[in-house]
């Protein structure tokens, strides 16, 4: 009949437990959802797996090379014209910032006019 109220069903499933609801002989929790929790589980658990799957070129020493070469470049600026870049920018974000932190202090230090 269809006039039964909800079961509960626990349904084991490798170790996991779930309670499956059936209403109207309607399964809420299915075996497709059920297979689909499974599978991903599996793909998380590969994807933090430790084992790298390429395996990359040590590029460690040559960049200590470059980076203890003493020719009178700052360290921060051995790496090239992205650093270069970037140094620059930095230092223009730096000064205008404090250059406008100023203007808004000198602003908030004199009171309003009185319309």
């Keep these: 009949t269809l006039a039964r109220g909800p079961e509960v069903f626990p349904v084991p499933v490798r170790g996991l437990s779930f309670l499956v609801v059936s209403c109207c002989s309607w399964w809420v929790v299915t075996a497709k959802m059920l297979r689909n929790l499974l599978a991903l589980r599996q793909i998380a658990q590969r994807t ?4 790298s ?3 990359f070129e040590n590029k460690v020493p040559e960049k200590q090379k470059l980076f203890q070469e ?3 470049i700052p360290v921060h600026l051995k790496g090239g014209v992205a650093d270069a ?3 620059r920018a930095t230092m223009m974000l ?3 910032g404090t250059a406008y932190a100023m203007y808004q202090l000198a602003v908030a230090s ?3 006019k009185q319309d």
């Design 48 to 51: 933090i797996s430790t084992a």
């Design 53 to 55: 799957r390429r395996q």
């Design 70 to 72: 003493d020719n009178g």
């Design 85 to 87: 870049l970037l140094y």
């Design 94 to 96: 730096t000064v205008g």
């Design 110 to 112: 004199f009171p309003k």
